[in-house]
Every structure is written in C-alpha cells, then in structure tokens.
C-alpha cells in the first residue's frame, strides 16, 4: 500500500464502500489521509455517574446490564440498554441499529460518549458513541481509545460511511503508509511548525488541543503555499517572455476619441486605465485582471486599450464565453471605434453559420484553413467577412479565436471576458511563444483581497469601483411568502407600462433533494397562470446555442414580458427596457451571485428593482438576503459572503476551476500574506528551484507549471 492505492483495493474498504468513498471524491489513500475532520467532540472528561452533571458531554466506563431491540408502533426498531459503572445505571437508546444486540452482550465492559440527559426519572444518553474496553481497540497513533475518551475527530460523512468507521479506517491505514509522506518544505520556511508526518498524526488523532491548533497550522500553511508557489512562478515566467515592442500612448489621439464618446469616464475607468497604459509602457507582457461591477463600463476601458493597440500598429483579439456575448460586444466596439476609421471582425468558428452565407465564400489571408469570420447582416444572418473587413483590426469572438485557423503574427493585446477558466488553456496556448501579445482579463465577479492575492496572485488586479454617474440605484427587496402576491401585482402593472422583467430559478427541474425550491421549467408552467395574458419565455442551459440565442433576441426586441431562466442569464445581453429581477430560491445563491444578477437590470433611465423570493424564512437566512437592500457594492458583499458562507460556498472554488481548499480558508489574510512572502523568498533564492529538488518534485507531481 502506497499513497496512490486506490481505496478499492485496500483490504476491509472493497467495492461498496469504494463506492460511497467515491461520493466524497475519495479515491486513493492520499484523498483519505487528506479529508480533514470539520470538528472534534471533546470526550476527554472520564467521571462516574453519579458526579456526571446533566446536559453537557460525557464519558463513561462501565457495564452492559441488559439490551433489546424494542419495536414501536410505527414499526421503526428502537435499541435500548442499562448501563452501570459501579455507582449509578443510565439508559442507552439507539434508532435503527437493531444489529447492536449482535455486538453488544450483557456483560461487556464499554466506554461510551455522549450528551446526558434525564428522560422522565431516568439518567439517559441518546445516540452514544461505544467501544468495548476488553477489544483493545486503541489508536496505533495515539495509542488512545478511538470513538471515546478524547478529542474525537468529526468528519464530512455520506450514508453509509460514518466517522467512526472513517476513524476506524485512518487508524488502519495511516501507520502503513506514513514511510511514503515526505516533506518537501525547506527548512528555513518550515521553522517551528510541525514536520508532515506529525501534522496527519495530530489533525487526525488529537491528543489534545495543542495538536489541533499546531497540525492546523501546518496543514494550511502547505495548502495556501502551494497556490501561492504555482501562481508566482507563472507570474515569472510571463516577465521571462519577450513582447511587443513598448507602446507609445498617443494621448493627443486619445483626448480626440475621448471626445466622441456621449459619457464621461469615471475616476475609477481613468485610474484602471492609468494601470493598463503603464503596463502597456513597460516593454513586459502585460497580464492584468480588471474587475468591476455589472455596468461598471469594462468594456469601454477594453475598447480603449484595442485602440492604443491599434495606434502602435497591433490588431486586438477580444474573447467572450457565448456567442451572443460576442455579438454584443462586436456592436458596441463598431459604435465605438468604427468612426475612427478601425475595421472590426467577428470570428466564432461555429460551422452552422456557413448555411447563411449571402455571398461566395472569399479568400481570406486570416485563416488558414476552414473557418468564419463573420459580420451580422442587418437583417441578423451571419455572412462571411469580405472586402475592406478582410484585415480587421480588432477581431470579436469566442475561445474559437485560439484556433490554429486564425494568424497571429500582429497579435498585440488579447483581451478576455468573464472566462474564469482560461488561465490554464492561455498559458498552454502561448508556452511554446517566444513573443506574446498583452493580456487583458475582465470580471464582474467580486473578489475579496484575500481570494485576488491567492487565486490570481498570477495576475496584476485593477478595480472599478464605481458606477457610470447619473445611473439610478437598484431598489432590492427581500419578499416574504405573504407578500408574493402584491408583488405579482406589481409585476403585471409595470409590465403593463410596457416594462420587462426577469425571473431567476436556481434549477431547470425540481430536485427531490430540493423539492421546495421552484426550479425554471415548474415556475414557468406557474407563472403562465398567474400572468395568462403576458408573453412567458423560457431560458436554460440545456437549451441548443440557437434556442438560447431565439429566446434572448425575443426578449431584447420585446416580444417577450418575461424571461423565465436559470442563471445562465448571469452574464447575458443588456436589455434596458427590463426593469424588474425577480430571483427564486434566493437563499441558494451567493451574495455575490445575486448582486450579479441584479445588475442585469438598471440598465436604462427607468427605476429598477430585485426582488428575492425564498422558501426559507429563517432569521439567520433572511438576515443574509437583507444585505442587498442596503449594500451596492459589490466587493463587500462578497466578504461577507465569504465570513458567513466560507470560501468553498462562494467564490472560487467549484466555479472557477482553479484550486479547491480542504482546509484552510481565503478569509484569513494573515496565513495569506505569510505563505506569499515564503514563496517569493524561495524564487528570490533559486527561481527556477534547483536548490530546492523537492519541492521541484512536488510540484510537477501536482502541476504542469514548472520552471525551466
């Protein structure tokens, strides 16, 4: 047995439960050893009972006096025992654990843990944890009792694997392969923190407090060091590329295009743009990440750094994750810079489009083989580009842009939009480039500092953070079951008045794990009778890229009142004529989420408002929601996600793709900044970490990205 043993195989664990293992993502050894107890129950305490004080836990030695399976009139089995330690008797119950009467016979000397408690007259324990004192059963760790008598590690469980038997397991299993853990951190970063193979030893089977707090210590120090080592060596290895040549920044030719815009940019849009100018200066690859607000006019400073691209003679690749998406942006940077005598393109490479060809297809010096770069016709069919737009200078499109298809020798900024993936497919994309263009990443998702320093410590961050000014505020209501009605009412007159309205659902169909959340194809069946006269369109994922573009074109161009969908509406077309969000479920969602959400509307001149529905009107749940009332920053909103809710329910983490924490945690900025100076210092010492073999290792273990 080694760290890489699929459980399967190991003796005692088998099939079924490799199955159930598999469900908490528990594949091997190492995924054991690695799933870290959530909580410890403090056992520690061994008293009689007579001097055990009722309602707190304890832990007894004592006596199995009698036990019986006990059958109520529902039919459901009831295990009760008398036990005896010398200097009182308690009642012991279990539900549905009729096979105890098998493993536990009168007579048997048993330690036992649980919350005392008094039913009636009688000294009872509900449920309690046991093992038999004469079984020898102890930790080959801690050489402790391992169910009772101690701090007892609690772990994230599905059915069928209970953290007793996950005790059981690691006792077994972690002396047998504790030879294979090496520690591969320096000593000067390591210090007094304990070695690897203490820190499983204690995080698992705790003597006391101490070890807790120190296998803590460690552990989160390595998980957000690695994070912090991986995305700094890709930050070097950007610095070692050679780029296009310096840009110059035109300004008189910027004042000019400033000139013809009808808004004026914000402090914060001139700030970011600043930023980008001074990379754009510096003669290194520019990577930057700029994050903003719904609204916030991204796209305008994007649309800007294309032009400077375009003045030092460079064409601009824009990148969006849809095809509508695409299409939006294709219009506004036609609008913007098309009067400045710039060619604009779109590619996306979807072969569906050579079916709406309205001309021959034409020899094109961009692509090299088959391929569409496209521009919308006005009556919306996609041709293929001809003429003056053969040598675009900016070119709009989706991940088809990566195409081997398309040249990219004059290549100097591409620019990406809401693609939380893309890291890794850039960096593969480009490895093999010894000249790269710039890189501009743009987001409306809203990350804390502490996520920014360590899930894109690669990237250099600029913030928008502020609002167009004249845009009116979003009025956020959270709605209570009794109130659903007249917000129906509402609903219907503004429509009425000829306004539009979205209505989110977390699910497409009704879950039987969340039977009371109203998914989009239930809700859309419902909302047709509340609203018989309105126009009803429905939105989901599952829906083919043409559906998905039919119904979202219908409810721009007004033919549809309400647009029923999942959250794949999240990043979308801007409709300025929808003035109302309504999300389902809402508890289900992020702060963060929802404040996304909610940026879809507030886009025109009209008042706008969100209106959060839930199922779950407890005062913890309700409390959170009421955040969006009174909170429109959408950087606050998602720290206090990130208190209430952790890191692995918000951000990041599934969503991104990125990194997943077991168990530390981006909410704590002090272990953040340390392991970031630990990994500058071990790049400032060796960068490409010859002197440092171990840690080589480990990482090319674990990542692609390694130094040369």
Same mark, same amino acid.
């Given at each position: 047995m080694n760290l890489n043993t699929p459980l399967r195989h190991v003796t005692g664990i088998g099939y079924i439960q490799g199955r159930r293992l598999a469900e908490l993502n528990l594949l091997t050894v190492s995924d054991l050893i690695n799933h870290f107890p959530f909580r410890y129950e403090d056992f520690s305490e061994i008293?009689?009972?007579?001097?055990?004080?009722?309602?707190?836990?304890?832990?007894?030695?004592?006596?199995?006096?009698?036990?019986?399976?006990?059958?109520?009139?529902?039919?459901?089995?009831?295990?009760?025992?008398?036990?005896?330690?010398g200097s009182n008797s308690i009642n012991l119950t279990w539900f549905n654990s009729s096979y105890l009467t098998k493993s536990i016979l009168v007579g048997d000397k048993l330690q036992i843990s649980g919350k005392l408690t008094k039913y009636g007259s009688k000294l009872s324990i509900i449920m309690p944890v046991w093992e038999k004192l004469n079984?020898?059963?102890?930790?080959?760790?801690?050489? @402790?009792? /391992?169910?009772?008598?101690? +701090?007892?590690?609690?772990? !994230?469980?599905? =059915?069928?694997?209970?953290? $007793?038997? &996950?005790?059981?397991?690691?006792? @077994?299993? /972690?002396?047998?392969?504790? +030879?294979?853990?090496?520690? !591969?951190?320096? =000593?000067?970063?390591?210090? $007094?923190? &304990?070695n690897l193979k203490e820190a499983y030893k204690k995080i698992h089977f705790p003597q006391s407090e101490d070890d807790v707090k120190k296998s803590h210590e460690r552990l989160e120090f390595d998980e957000i060091f690695w994070i912090q080592l991986k995305t700094l060596i890709v930050k070097n290895l950007w610095k070692d590329k050679k780029p296009v040549e310096q840009f110059r920044i035109d300004n008189e030719q910027l004042t000019k295009f400033l000139t013809t815009l009808s808004f004026k940019l914000t402090d914060s849009q001139e700030k970011v743009l600043q930023e980008i100018f001074e990379d754009l200066k510096r003669g290194k690859p520019m990577n930057r990440l700029v994050q903003g607000e719904v609204g916030s006019g991204k796209t305008v400073v994007a649309a800007i750094a294309a032009y400077?691209?375009?003045?030092?003679?460079?064409?601009?690749?824009?990148?969006a994750p849809t095809e509508i998406l695409a299409f939006q942006h294709y219009a506004t940077f036609k609008k913007l810079l098309e009067p400045l005598g710039l060619n604009i393109g779109i590619y996306t490479g979807s072969r569906k489009f050579t079916k709406a060809q309205t001309h021959p297809p034409h020899p094109n010096p961009l692509l090299k083989g088959e391929g569409n770069l496209e521009i919308p016709s006005p009556s919306r069919k996609k041709v293929r580009m001809r003429g003056i737009l053969e040598n675009p200078d900016i070119i709009i499109g989706t991940h088809a842009l990566l195409s081997d298809k398309l040249k990219h020798e004059n290549l100097g900024l591409i620019i990406i939009d809401e693609q939380q993936r893309f890291g890794v497919e850039q960096r593969s994309f480009l490895r093999n480039k010894a000249k790269?263009?710039?890189?501009?990443?743009?987001?409306?998702?809203?990350?804390?500092?502490?996520?920014?320093?360590t899930l894109y410590g690669d990237l250099d961050l600029s913030i928008i953070s502020e609002l167009p000014k004249g845009r009116i505020p979003i009025k956020t209501h959270f709605v209570p079951g009794k109130k659903r009605d007249d917000a129906y009412k509402f609903i219907e007159q503004r429509v009425k008045e000829g306004e539009q309205v979205y209505l989110i659902t977390p699910f497409i169909e009704i879950s039987e794990t969340m039977a009371t959340v109203r998914a989009a194809k239930d809700e859309f069946e419902t909302l047709k009778k509340i609203f018989p006269k309105l126009r009803l369109g429905l939105l989901h994922g599952q829906l083919k890229s043409k559906e998905k573009d039919d119904v979202l074109n219908s409810f721009k161009d007004g033919k549809l009142d309400i647009l029923v969908s999942t959250s794949v509406v999240e990043v979308g077309v801007d409709v300025p004529n929808a003035t109302i969000m309504v999300i389902e479920g809402a508890e289900r969602f992020g702060l963060a989420q929802l404040h996304q959400l909610r940026g879809r509307v507030g886009r025109g001149t009209k008042q706008s408002y969100c209106f959060l529905f839930s199922t779950n009107e407890e005062s913890s749940v309700v409390s959170r929601l009421k955040n969006l009332e009174k909170i429109s920053d959408g950087l606050k909103l998602s720290e206090?996600?990130?208190?209430?809710?952790?890191?692995?329910?918000?951000?990041?983490?599934?969503?991104?793709?990125?990194?997943?924490?077991?168990?530390?945690?981006?909410?704590?900025?002090?272990?953040?900044?340390?392991?970031?100076a630990a990994a500058q210092r071990i790049l400032e010492n060796s960068p490409t970490l010859d002197i440092y073999p171990q840690l080589k290792v480990k990482l090319s273990a674990v990542d692609s990205v390694v130094p040369d």
């Open positions: 008293v009689p009972i007579n001097e055990a004080e009722l309602n707190t836990k304890v832990t007894l030695k004592g006596e199995i006096w009698s036990i019986k399976n006990v059958y109520t009139k529902s039919r459901k089995v009831l295990t009760q025992a008398v036990f005896n330690d079984s020898h059963q102890l930790s080959a760790i801690s050489h @402790q009792p /391992l169910h009772t008598g101690g +701090l007892i590690p609690v772990y !994230p469980e599905t =059915e069928g694997l209970s953290s $007793k038997w &996950l005790r059981t397991k690691l006792s @077994q299993i /972690l002396p047998k392969v504790e +030879l294979f853990i090496e520690d !591969p951190m320096p =000593e000067e970063i390591k210090g $007094k923190m &304990l400077v691209a375009h003045l030092n003679g460079y064409t601009t690749q824009y990148m790269i263009p710039h890189f501009l990443t743009m987001t409306a998702t809203p990350i804390p500092r502490t996520v920014a320093l206090i996600d990130l208190r209430i809710r952790g890191s692995g329910e918000i951000f990041g983490l599934r969503q991104s793709g990125r990194f997943d924490l077991k168990i530390a945690s981006f909410n704590d900025l002090e272990l953040i900044e340390k392991t970031r």
